[in-house]
């Protein structure tokens, strides 16, 4: 069978990477791909990125089936599109998608089902943003309600920074008509984990559990990031608290999602705080795998892809039971100079060591230039060691980052900190 995965991120590569290791398999397409999966021989990239193209595409290859790794196409409508056309496609449709792609459905969606969440409003004029804020205090939350490449979220530790945030989205109109809503919520305090599940309108695979360290800065330090490093299984996420979030957060959203007329399937991730209580709390959710947390979700899966997301498409995910490696799986994102805000691409990439059975190495922001890899984006590399302890983990994989060069390369070396502390 030939499958596409639509993407091109670290998040595309460990999927496509992970497809290609199916007997079963005769091709597995990339678009657009990157560096990595340009150079990894059993993956062909495809350079189309509009969603009728691809399609057209997936018509002529008899392609059966697509996975689509990011949130714009699935925004976008790819899966409407692609079911109206009668191909197999796994993701959510562009209505189901609106539980990331806009904050605002997200909140008035939790609200209305019970999901327990932060306290918000939604505003989308200045004057009586400001004075819910000061009403509130700090710290607050200040969102913008569409989609903005992770960095829509302000997390004002004083009134200033928050006066300030609801100026720049919608008085400056920093984020376009992202910000032209913004939702503001309370601070929620405690410890975050990724919590991510498959769907296929009926039932619900959980993978799993991991766990992202979304500041730029070792310690937790510095500013939020799309995500610099991310480890699997996360220890907060005991037997008891994963019963507790597919009861109370999972499970009613998927419910919840059915009751108000849409069916979810796809992935589907919840970003939890936990707080010092232990009570899970939703901060948000993407309707698609977290990156960089499938590097190290991927890294352990041992059961075949391929029959899953078949099972997947075809609404008999209940028949699937999932095999995890015991080891723990480290993630370390290496990203270009300047990121998260102005990341500087062209450096040229050495280094790279073979895989091997405890490391792997997923491309994201790279692309092949003649026989040179180049930088091309602000998350570059992510480096993924696996060991039968977290420190174990680390080790190997700050073994291979140590091997790797380019020029401005920034890293933290406390990847899986707070699941040490556990
Ligand atoms: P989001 O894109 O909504 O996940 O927000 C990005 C990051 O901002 C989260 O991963 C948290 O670290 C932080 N954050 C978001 N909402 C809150 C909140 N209500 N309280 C504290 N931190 C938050
Ligand atoms: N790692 C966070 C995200 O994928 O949104």
Redesign the pocket.
């Known amino acids: 069978m030939k499958i596409l995965v639509v993407g091109s991120g670290g998040r595309e590569h460990a999927l496509a990477w992970k497809l290609a290791q199916s007997e079963r398999i005769q091709m597995v397409y990339v678009a657009p791909g990157n560096g990595g999966t340009a150079r990894d021989a059993r993956l062909v990239n495809v350079n189309i990125t509009d969603l009728h193209e691809l399609a057209n595409f997936v018509e002529q290859e008899h392609i059966g089936l697509t996975v689509v790794g990011p949130e714009t196409p699935l925004a976008g409508g790819i899966v409407n599109l692609f079911r109206a056309r009668g191909l197999k496609v796994f993701g959510p449709t562009k209505e189901a998608a609106q539980l990331e792609s806009s904050?605002d459905f997200a909140k008035a969606f939790m609200h209305r089902h019970g999901i327990p969440t932060?306290r918000y409003q939604t505003f989308s004029d200045v004057a009586p943003a400001h004075a819910y804020i000061d009403a509130m205090g700090a710290p607050i939350?200040i969102?913008a309600d569409g989609l903005a490449a992770?960095k829509?979220?302000v997390?004002a530790m004083t009134l200033e920074e928050a006066h300030r945030a609801v100026d720049d989205m919608l008085a400056d109109n920093r984020f376009g008509d992202a910000g032209a809503r913004i939702v503001i919520?309370?601070?929620?305090?405690g410890e975050?984990a990724s919590f991510i599940v498959m769907c296929d309108g009926k039932n619900v695979l959980p993978l799993a559990t991991s766990q992202d360290h979304?500041r730029l800065k070792d310690n937790d330090e510095g500013p939020?990031t799309g995500g610099m490093g991310a480890y699997s299984p996360a220890p907060i996420v005991t037997p008891a608290m994963h019963a507790r979030v597919m009861r109370e957060i999972i499970n009613p959203t998927i419910a919840g999602m059915a009751k108000d007329g849409i069916q979810f399937t796809g992935f589907l991730y919840a970003?939890l705080?936990i707080d010092a209580a232990g009570n899970p709390r939703t901060?948000?959710f993407n309707c698609r795998m977290g990156d960089p947390e499938t590097q190290p979700i991927m890294a352990r899966l041992k059961t075949d892809l391929l029959g899953v997301m078949e099972h997947a498409v075809n609404g008999t995910l209940d028949a699937v039971e999932l095999e995890w490696d015991r080891r723990t799986a480290v993630g370390v994102v290496l990203a270009a100079a300047g990121y998260p805000d102005a990341p500087l691409k062209g450096a040229v990439i050495d280094g790279i060591p073979a895989e091997t059975a405890e490391t792997v190495t997923f491309h994201a922001g790279t692309a092949e230039v003649g026989e040179q890899l180049q930088v091309t984006g602000g998350r570059v590399l992510c480096v993924v060691g696996l060991g039968d302890s977290i420190k174990m983990a680390q080790k190997q994989a700050y073994d291979v980052v140590d091997q790797i060069h380019f020029d401005g390369m920034q890293c933290r070396r406390d990847i899986g900190w707070r699941g040490l502390k556990h």
């Open positions: 904050k932060a939350v969102k992770g829509g979220v997390v919520e309370e601070f929620l305090a975050e979304k939020n970003g705080m901060l948000e």
